[in-house]
């Protein structure tokens, strides 16, 4: 991805919605009540329900299957009219998070950089992570949670294209937007983002080249940092 975001929600419909399932890899457990409110929300419960009748349904940690609603999709930024409008969202992804006595936070920065995989050769734009239901019928928490989901999909993110040869393809990365609610598990993601935004800036300066990665440049890359999270750095030469 060009870059990810973390957007409040919005009534603006994502492009892609979400959400987790248990599963023993031989069969998938059935929807938590808060996790199909959600999707009966927003339309696409029977969708959801139809792609979890496929064989191909296991719920192992990280297998992703794809719902498409039947009705129309429309286009990026739709909005819904009515109580009962149909659904704009045009995909729902269906992450796997294995036996749900096994499961633990950390799971999920496995199904996120899955999900993660899937949007970005969907090249989505928006989506809306729809989580809490199975944390909660978990019993884990959901700040941590999110957390980890937020990781996941931070780390997957990273690009590093600065020292990209004009004979190279551009890539053309997408920005995704991300929604998570506006509770525990959204402000878990926000960290989670963070974190990984801090790990993607390390790995981008480990994979500059030493030519340019000087002991001056080096000093310079952490004023500049310093200035955007507002520490004083010295620099003594």
Request: charge should be positive.
């Given at each position: ?20 399932v248990?599963g ?23 969708a ?5 009748g496929r ?11 794809e719902?498409?609603?039947?009705a ?12 009962d ?6 995909r ?55 957390s ?8 997957l ?24 609610g ?6 878990g993601?926000?960290r989670?983002?963070?974190?990984a ?14 030519n ?9 890359e ?13 620099i003594?030469?």
């Amino acid at each position: 991805f060009q870059s990810i975001t973390l957007a409040a929600r919005a009534r603006t419909a994502p492009e892609t919605v979400v959400v987790g399932v248990f599963g023993d890899k031989q069969s998938v457990a059935p929807l938590d009540d808060r996790t199909k409110a959600a999707l009966n929300g927003l339309g696409l419960l029977p969708a959801v329900q139809a792609a979890l009748g496929r064989r191909e349904a296991t719920g192992e940690v990280g297998a992703v299957l794809e719902a498409f609603p039947n009705a129309p999709i429309a286009g990026p930024g739709a909005k819904a009219s009515g109580k009962d409008a149909a659904p704009v969202t045009g995909r729902v992804l269906i992450v796997g998070l294995g036996p749900l006595a096994d499961f633990e936070p950390n799971i999920l920065r496995v199904a996120a950089a899955a999900a993660g995989r899937r949007l970005a050769a969907a090249k989505a734009r928006s989506v809306h992570a729809e989580m809490d239901g199975p944390v909660l019928a978990a019993k884990a928490d959901l700040s941590h949670a999110g957390s980890a989901f937020g990781e996941g999909l931070g780390l997957l993110g990273w690009s590093c294209d600065t020292f990209r040869g004009k004979a190279t393809p551009d890539p053309k990365r997408s920005k995704l937007e991300l929604r998570a609610g506006d509770g525990d598990f959204a402000a878990g993601v926000e960290r989670g983002l963070a974190l990984a935004d801090s790990a993607n800036y390390c790995r981008t300066l480990s994979q500059t080249p030493p030519n340019v990665a000087t002991p001056l440049w080096m000093a310079a890359e952490a004023q500049k940092l310093g200035k955007r999270v507002g520490l004083s750095v010295r620099i003594i030469q």
